[in-house]
T-cell receptor
Framework: ETGVTQTPRHLVMGMTNKKSLKCEQHLGHNAMYWYKQSAKKPLELMFVYNFKEQTENNSVPSRFSPECPNSSHLFLHLHTLQPEDSALYLCASSQNNRAPTYGYTFGSGTRLTVV | AQSVTQLGSHVSVSEGALVLLRCNYS??????LFWYVQYPNQGLQLLLKYTSAATLVKGINGFEAEFKKSETSFHLTKPSAHMSDAAEYFCAVSESNAGNMLTFGGGTRLMVKP
């Protein structure tokens, strides 16, 4: 258990489905992140939230919609995805303004397959 | 702006041999440096970090890394590889004036042969 919990661990969805990924942390962190990890590609930062406010959106397609209702929870809502969106989606958290010395804590990820 | 380069996307060593994974960084201010390990279908786990104290940093599982400012490097080493070390390793850098952003390298996959 890393302190950051992601559910579900695996998800298979059709291109017309709507699903959501959930991330939860009880580490007292106030910054949360979504990363996409595809085979043979570097880690891609998608979104950053600080104190529930979105501070980064790395040109992510609108079919990915993040939501951060509080500092402990982060969602990624998915709709009309494409097969190339199949990847491991990683959530991370950090203590805001202390990440430079403390780094991030990652969840185990959700393996998403779009069919 | 900060950046990280990991030389060699794949490294293969024999069990018991020295592990050396290379990381070079670019930073406009004194950096903080991290190594993470990722096992298959898992998230990233912190191995060790440099935060301007001792230049030789010891981490978990027998790994260590040395910060060399003159070479802008933070290479990861382990004297004797175990089969269980097979994983992907990521180097990351952050700067004190970059808020809470880490920049990750492209990763190096370590394979350990019996």
């Amino acid at each position: 258990e890393t302190g950051v919990t992601q559910t579900p661990r695996h998800l298979v969805m059709g291109m017309t489905n709507k699903k959501s990924l959930k991330c939860e942390q009880h580490l007292g962190h106030n910054a949360m992140y979504w990363y996409k990890q595809s085979a043979k590609k570097p880690l891609e930062l998608m979104f950053v939230y600080n104190f529930k406010e979105q501070t980064e959106n790395n040109s992510v397609p609108s079919r990915f919609s993040p939501e951060c209702p509080n500092s402990s929870h982060l969602f990624l809502h998915l709709h009309t995805l494409q097969p190339e969106d199949s990847a491991l989606y990683l959530c991370a958290s950090s203590q805001n303004n202390r990440a430079p010395t403390y780094g991030y804590t990652f969840g185990s990820g959700t393996r998403l397959t779009v069919v | 702006a900060q950046s990280v380069t990991q030389l060699g996307s794949h490294v293969s060593v024999s069990e018991g041999a020295l592990v050396l994974l290379r990381c070079n960084y670019s930073s406009s201010v004194p950096p903080y440096l991290f190594w993470y390990v990722q096992y298959p279908n898992q998230g990233l786990q912190l191995l060790l970090k440099y935060t301007s104290a001792a230049t030789l940093v010891k981490g978990i599982n027998g790994f260590e890394a040395e910060f060399k400012k003159s070479e802008t490097s933070f290479h990861l080493t382990k004297p004797s590889a175990h089969m269980s070390d097979a994983a992907e390793y990521f180097c990351a850098v952050s700067e004190s004036n970059a808020g809470n952003m880490l920049t990750f390298g492209g990763g190096t996959r370590l394979m350990v042969k019996p």
